[in-house]
């Protein structure tokens, strides 16, 4: 996988739109101080392909995607693999309840010689190419497929993780011998042997369940089969015969439910008009309506009174002066007073300030001569150390010589040997050096606090001026202001009388409110009765309206008493009529019940017959109005239950009840014997599948496969690690390992074969990246798909390393780069290091959003 370009909008600490392009890019380096983005750049390649990144620990961490106050964050990386370009995209957004979810992902696979820049243009990768995914899950495959690398060997392939890039290096034996079965998988064959001991005893567990439900379905056998086929053939000779009877117990109970009806009519109109009643103290209401309309009158007067003689108070008010502005002229006369105060006061102060500041002025400028000639000490102790340092490596250089030998300098015979110093000049010098070091911090020391103290005083005597000149004007403003003045007393004593006035005019206003007040209560008084009269036609509609099926006589509207008492002498009249016609229909009740008992026991012996319970047998029935007997639901739809006893409907029902029972009993059994000729095939299975796990089980804890495959595998890693390593080290190098341990063999001395311990910090990054790159193609040798291995990108602290060490590993590096079989690509705030890789991009931070610029070839 090579990366050509990131797009990110909203993720993480870039909030706004930003670019990264890497055409034409072979070796980058990302730069930039400490925590303004330069991982997030990793980050975001990472979550664009998996949807998760390593610092987030697992996917789960997805709102850590969002920049801070963001609802959304898009991400999308165009990168190519084995040939081919792909465009990967994820959107993560925060609904309104706070949660962060995945919103999009998609995959799309571009034409060939595709233009990222066209995405600039606002065209879409769906406008372009063919989508091999459109949503997360379906992403985790697609992915696969197109990079070769699946999550946790990409991190350990292309993106190596900062502050663990040496462990593999130094690790035990033991501990690197679990990172190889981690990284490359070898766990998988006790996990193999794990499960096939699983497999079989859940295959045991399995061939006694099927044994205990064989015993269950011993009684499921062909004899038993055909006896329940002939108990159905029964049940429906019996719903033949039932449907044949219950019609006409059908066309009975009809007649029942029709005497019936006619006998619960005659009841329902004697409940209606027995219920007719007129309320309590009608006559009382017209008089209520009266009294209440002639106390309504009397208010009203009352309140146009107190209105009147509110307006004239009014009147006379807005005929006075105005409170406010009497107020504020007399608010103006306090603060000219207290202004006056102030200002004579500041003036004192803003001498006394003056004269400090000139004092102030006169120290720094002796502190910042001091100062420059404490560094002119430190510039000359300065040049004495290095002529000391050159002194003593001559002397050094003497300590081996003997007349005649040749200079190591010069390459000329030395004829006379000078004699050795006494002493070493640098001690002395560095001394020298150290107290002019103090003196020049000392004097810096004095010059900044001499200027911070002139900048604060600086500070306080414009404060001084300002705060003066805002009295004086705000002076000159109230002088103006108060011209004409009659002065505070007058302004005081006009304030007081305006406040009687103000006094009278509440209470005029008082008197309004309690007239309305009395105006409102005899209003309510009056709705009241009205209301009351309302009430009394409500109550007679109702009770009309209860019976108007019945025909009651018109009512007189102008007179509610009357109304009632007509209509309480029809409702008495008609209940007479009614209660001599329901004793004739409760006989006819009677009759009709006889007829459908005797229908129902004779359909219920066709039941007895067949040895079936009766259906209601035992049933209670019904007394009361209902006279007894049998009743039931009529066929078809027909409304027709009884009051008591079993219907044609009951009877059809329990002959289809019998019929579905015989049924089902027949299917259950036929059931059962199929699943126990299952079961029995399912029983051979299970135990051909214990037989086979256990024996691999067994022989896959037999031996020391894993341990076998571990050995295979670290011959192979240190065998290409080493071949990278001479190319990298230029031939100096190789690596070996013995029971475990790790050694490196240095061909420019002798064949020395030293402990990984041993090497210095430039050396042990060779190795390591050596063994980093030789992982990677183990791991890409094992994956299930072709594995594009076309960039590495090195997220580690430079920083810790000293110059020599930081000249191995940029040269390192640039040989990795020069190899040309993929892009190089670092992560450090390292200076000295980014000025030697060609194409860099400088991450910045503001207090918004992190930005990005491409700086180099």
Same mark, same amino acid.
């Given at each position: 996988?090579?990366?050509?370009? !990131?797009?990110?909008?909203?993720?993480?600490?870039?909030?706004?739109?930003?670019?990264?392009?890497?055409?034409?890019?072979?070796?980058?380096?990302?730069?930039?101080?400490?925590?303004?983005?330069?991982?997030?750049?990793?980050?975001?390649?990472?979550?664009?392909?998996? &949807?998760?990144?390593?610092?987030?620990?697992?996917?789960?961490?997805?709102?850590?995607? !969002? +920049?801070?106050?963001?609802?959304?964050?898009?991400?999308?990386?165009?990168?190519?693999?084995?040939?081919?370009?792909?465009?990967?995209?994820?959107?993560?957004?925060?609904?309104?309840? &706070?949660?962060?979810?995945?919103?999009?992902?998609?995959?799309?696979?571009?034409?060939?010689?595709?233009?990222?820049?066209?995405?600039?243009?606002?065209?879409?990768?769906?406008?372009?190419?063919?989508?091999?995914?459109?949503? #997360?899950?379906?992403?985790?495959?697609?992915?696969?497929?197109?990079?070769?690398?699946?999550?946790?060997?990409?991190?350990?392939?292309?993106?190596? #993780?900062?502050?663990?890039?040496?462990?593999?290096?130094?690790?035990?034996? $033991?501990?690197?011998?679990?990172?190889?079965?981690?990284?490359?998988?070898?766990?998988?064959?006790?996990?193999?042997?794990?499960?096939?001991?699983?497999?079989?005893?859940?295959?045991?567990?399995?061939?006694?369940?099927?044994?205990?439900?064989?015993?269950?379905?011993?009684?499921?056998?062909?004899?038993?089969?055909?006896?329940?086929?002939?108990?159905?053939?029964?049940?429906?000779?019996?719903?033949?015969?039932?449907?044949?009877?219950?019609?006409?117990?059908?066309?009975?109970?009809?007649?029942?439910?029709?005497?019936?009806?006619? !006998?619960?009519?005659?009841?329902?109109?004697?409940?209606? =008009?027995?219920?007719?009643?007129? #309320?309590?103290?009608?006559?009382?209401?017209?008089?209520?309506?009266?009294? +209440?309309?002639?106390?309504?009158?009397?208010?009203?007067?009352?309140?146009?009174?107190?209105?009147?003689?509110?307006?004239?108070?009014?009147?006379?008010?807005?005929?006075?002066?105005?409170?406010?502005?009497?107020?504020?002229?007399?608010?103006?006369?306090?603060?000219?007073?207290?202004?006056?105060?102030?200002?004579?006061?500041?003036?004192?102060?803003?001498?006394?300030?003056?004269?400090?500041?000139?004092?102030?002025?006169?120290?720094?400028?002796?502190?910042?001569?001091?100062?420059?000639?404490?560094?002119?000490?430190?510039?000359?102790?300065?040049?004495?150390?290095?002529?000391?340092?050159?002194?003593?490596?001559?002397?050094?250089?003497?300590?081996?010589?003997?007349?005649?030998?040749?200079?190591?300098?010069?390459?000329?015979?030395?004829?006379?040997?000078?004699?050795?110093?006494?002493?070493?000049?640098?001690?002395?010098?560095?001394?020298?050096?150290?107290?002019?070091?103090?003196?020049?911090?000392?004097?810096?020391?004095?010059?900044?606090?001499?200027?911070?103290?002139?900048?604060?005083?600086?500070?306080?005597?414009?404060?001084?001026?300002?705060?003066?000149?805002?009295?004086?004007?705000?002076?000159?403003?109230?002088?103006?202001?108060?011209?004409?003045?009659?002065?505070?007393?007058?302004?005081?004593?006009?304030?007081?009388?305006?406040?009687?006035?103000?006094?009278?005019?509440?209470?005029? &206003?008082? $008197?309004?409110?309690?007239?309305?007040?009395?105006?409102?209560?005899?209003?309510?008084?009056?709705?009241?009765?009205?209301?009351?009269?309302?009430?009394? @036609?409500?109550?007679?509609?109702?009770?009309?309206?209860?019976?108007?099926?019945?025909?009651?006589?018109?009512?007189?509207?102008?007179?509610?008493?009357?109304? @009632?008492?007509?209509?309480?002498?029809?409702?008495?009249?008609?209940?007479?009529?009614?209660?001599?016609?329901?004793?004739?229909?409760?006989?006819?009740?009677?009759?009709?019940?006889?007829?459908?008992?005797?229908?129902?026991?004779?359909?219920?012996? =066709?039941?007895?017959?067949? &040895?079936?319970?009766?259906?209601?047998?035992?049933?209670?029935?019904?007394?009361?109005?209902?006279?007894?007997?049998?009743?039931?639901?009529?066929?078809?739809?027909?409304?027709?239950?009884?009051?008591?006893?079993?219907?044609?409907?009951?009877?059809?029902?329990?002959?289809?009840?019998?019929?579905?029972?015989?049924?089902?009993?027949?299917?259950?059994?036929?059931?059962?014997?199929?699943?126990?000729?299952?079961?029995?095939?399912?029983?051979?299975?299970?135990?051909?599948?214990?037989?086979?796990?256990?024996?691999?089980?067994?022989?896959?804890?037999?031996?020391?496969?894993?341990?076998?495959?571990?050995?295979?595998? =670290?011959? =192979?890693?240190?065998?290409?690690?080493?071949?990278?390593?001479?190319?990298?080290?230029?031939?100096?190098?190789?690596?070996?390992?013995?029971?475990?341990?790790?050694?490196?063999?240095?061909?420019?001395?002798?064949?020395?074969?030293?402990?990984?311990?041993?090497?210095?910090?430039?050396?042990?990054?060779?190795?390591?990246?050596?063994?980093?790159?030789?992982?990677?193609?183990?791991?890409?040798?094992?994956?299930?798909? +072709?594995?594009?291995?076309?960039?590495?990108?090195?997220?580690?602290?430079?920083?810790?390393?000293?110059?020599?060490? !930081?000249?191995?590993?940029? +040269?390192?590096?640039?040989?990795?780069?020069?190899?040309?079989?993929?892009?190089?690509?670092?992560?450090?705030?390292?200076?000295?290091?980014?000025?030697?890789?060609?194409?860099?991009?400088?991450?910045?931070?503001?207090?918004?959003?992190?930005?990005?610029?491409?700086?180099?070839?």
């Amino acid at each position: 996988m090579r990366p050509v370009r !990131l797009d990110m909008a909203g993720f993480t600490v870039f909030r706004d739109e930003t670019t990264i392009d890497f055409t034409d890019t072979d070796f980058f380096a990302l730069i930039g101080p400490t925590g303004s983005g330069k991982s997030t750049v990793l980050d975001a390649i990472c979550f664009a392909l998996y &949807g998760q990144v390593p610092r987030w620990g697992t996917s789960r961490g997805i709102a850590n995607a !969002l +920049a801070p106050s963001s609802s959304e964050a898009r991400v999308r990386l165009v990168f190519e693999s084995a040939g081919a370009r792909y465009v990967a995209t994820r959107v993560v957004r925060r609904d309104g309840k &706070g949660r962060v979810s995945t919103s999009g992902a998609g995959l799309q696979l571009m034409p060939p010689g595709f233009d990222p820049t066209k995405l600039d243009t606002g065209m879409t990768p769906d406008d372009l190419g063919e989508v091999l995914a459109g949503t #997360p899950t379906e992403m985790d495959q697609a992915v696969l497929e197109a990079v070769g690398l699946p999550y946790e060997q990409f991190t350990s392939c292309v993106v190596l #993780p900062q502050g663990q890039f040496a462990d593999f290096l130094h690790a035990k034996p $033991a501990t690197r011998q679990q990172i190889l079965v981690n990284l490359l998988g070898l766990d998988v064959y006790e996990t193999i042997q794990k499960q096939a001991t699983t497999r079989a005893t859940q295959a045991e567990a399995k061939l006694g369940t099927v044994d205990q439900v064989l015993q269950g379905l011993a009684d499921a056998d062909e004899e038993a089969v055909a006896a329940a086929a002939e108990r159905l053939e029964a049940a429906r000779d019996l719903a033949k015969a039932v449907d044949a009877a219950v019609p006409e117990l059908l066309e009975a109970q009809r007649d029942a439910d029709a005497a019936r009806a006619a !006998l619960a009519g005659l009841e329902t109109d004697l409940k209606r =008009l027995s219920g007719l009643a007129p #309320p309590g103290d009608l006559s009382g209401v017209a008089g209520a309506v009266a009294t +209440a309309r002639a106390a309504l009158a009397g208010a009203a007067a009352a309140v146009a009174d107190a209105e009147e003689r509110e307006e004239k108070v009014r009147g006379e008010l807005a005929g006075a002066s105005d409170a406010a502005a009497l107020r504020l002229l007399l608010e103006a006369h306090a603060e000219h007073d207290k202004l006056a105060g102030q200002a004579a006061a500041l003036a004192s102060s803003l001498a006394d300030a003056s004269q400090e500041h000139a004092a102030a002025v006169d120290a720094l400028e002796r502190a910042r001569t001091a100062e420059a000639h404490a560094i002119e000490h430190l510039e000359e102790a300065r040049r004495a150390y290095q002529d000391a340092q050159t002194a003593d490596r001559a002397a050094a250089l003497r300590a081996h010589l003997e007349a005649g030998d040749e200079c190591p300098v010069c390459a000329q015979p030395v004829p006379v040997v000078p004699p050795m110093p006494a002493g070493s000049a640098v001690t002395a010098a560095e001394a020298a050096g150290k107290t002019a070091r103090t003196a020049a911090d000392n004097a810096k020391a004095a010059v900044t606090a001499r200027d911070k103290a002139l900048r604060e005083l600086d500070r306080t005597v414009e404060r001084a001026r300002a705060q003066h000149d805002q009295l004086t004007g705000r002076l000159a403003e109230l002088a103006a202001r108060l011209t004409g003045s009659p002065g505070p007393d007058a302004l005081r004593r006009e304030l007081k009388a305006l406040a009687a006035m103000q006094a009278r005019l509440d209470e005029a &206003g008082a $008197a309004v409110r309690a007239a309305r007040e009395a105006q409102r209560r005899a209003q309510a008084g009056a709705d009241a009765a009205d209301a009351g009269v309302r009430t009394a @036609w409500q109550a007679f509609d109702r009770a009309r309206d209860q019976v108007a099926a019945l025909a009651p006589p018109a009512a007189d509207r102008d007179d509610v008493v009357a109304a @009632w008492a007509a209509l309480a002498q029809w409702a008495s009249a008609l209940a007479s009529e009614r209660r001599g016609l329901r004793e004739s229909a409760a006989a006819r009740v009677q009759e009709a019940q006889d007829s459908v008992g005797a229908l129902a026991e004779r359909i219920g012996a =066709l039941f007895s017959d067949a &040895g079936l319970p009766v259906p209601g047998a035992g049933r209670a029935s019904a007394g009361g109005a209902s006279l007894g007997g049998v009743g039931g639901a009529s066929l078809g739809g027909v409304g027709a239950a009884s009051l008591g006893g079993v219907g044609g409907a009951d009877f059809l029902r329990a002959a289809a009840v019998a019929v579905e029972r015989a049924e089902g009993a027949h299917e259950r059994l036929a059931e059962r014997h199929a699943q126990a000729s299952e079961l029995r095939e399912q029983r051979s299975g299970h135990e051909r599948t214990v037989q086979v796990a256990k024996t691999l089980a067994g022989h896959l804890r037999a031996n020391n496969f894993e341990r076998w495959l571990l050995e295979e595998a =670290l011959d =192979l890693l240190v065998d290409g690690a080493s071949g990278i390593l001479r190319e990298l080290s230029s031939g100096q190098y190789e690596l070996v390992h013995d029971k475990g341990d790790f050694y490196v063999v240095d061909h420019h001395d002798a064949g020395l074969r030293r402990g990984v311990r041993t090497l210095s910090g430039g050396e042990t990054f060779q190795a390591s990246l050596a063994l980093a790159l030789a992982l990677s193609e183990q791991l890409a040798g094992l994956s299930t798909t +072709a594995a594009s291995l076309e960039s590495i990108v090195l997220d580690e602290g430079f920083g810790t390393l000293d110059a020599a060490t !930081l000249d191995t590993v940029a +040269a390192t590096l640039e040989n990795l780069a020069a190899r040309g079989d993929r892009m190089v690509g670092v992560v450090t705030h390292v200076s000295a290091l980014a000025e030697r890789v060609p194409v860099r991009f400088e991450v910045r931070k503001d207090a918004r959003s992190a930005r990005v610029e491409r700086m180099g070839l």
